[in-house]
């Protein structure tokens, strides 16, 4: 059973930076497409960024364009998501999820998801 363990979360400053971090176990890692989902208050779970096996190949939101990046390290069954500039609106509970083959964007695709973990930007 694979499990998923986010960390870095907080509260910053508008235009501040975060690292999330998800670290996977229970399978083999390197065979998952990995994703980062986040859901504000009264909204729905919605897509951020996603990443491929290998790392050859991302997706983002529109909205986070520029501004996050996704990125893995398949030696340490980690995947990570760099968010720079942060606005008010970015302001959710962050999810990694993970599927066993291709990349994909949504929420429905994914078999497995972390607990979540918190950012919030003041403005």
């Known amino acids: 059973q694979v499990q998923l363990v986010e960390s870095g979360g907080g509260l910053v400053p508008a235009g501040g930076s975060l690292r999330l971090s998800c670290a996977f176990s229970?399978?083999?890692?390197?065979?998952?497409?990995m994703g980062w989902f986040h859901q504000a208050p009264g909204k729905e779970r919605e897509f951020v960024a996603a990443?491929?096996?290998?790392?050859?190949?991302?997706n983002y939101l529109d909205s986070v364009k520029g501004r996050f990046t996704i990125s893995r390290d398949n030696s340490k069954d980690t995947v990570y998501l760099q968010m720079n500039n942060l606005k008010p609106e970015d302001t959710a509970v962050y999810y990694c999820?993970?599927?066993?083959?291709?990349?994909?964007?949504?929420?429905?695709?994914?078999?497995?998801w972390g607990q979540g973990t918190q950012v919030t930007v003041s403005s």
């Open positions: 229970g399978r083999t890692f390197r065979n998952y497409a």
């Open positions: 999820a993970a599927r066993d083959g291709s990349m994909r964007y949504a929420f429905s695709e994914y078999d497995y």
């Open positions: 990443i491929s096996t290998s790392g050859a190949r991302t």
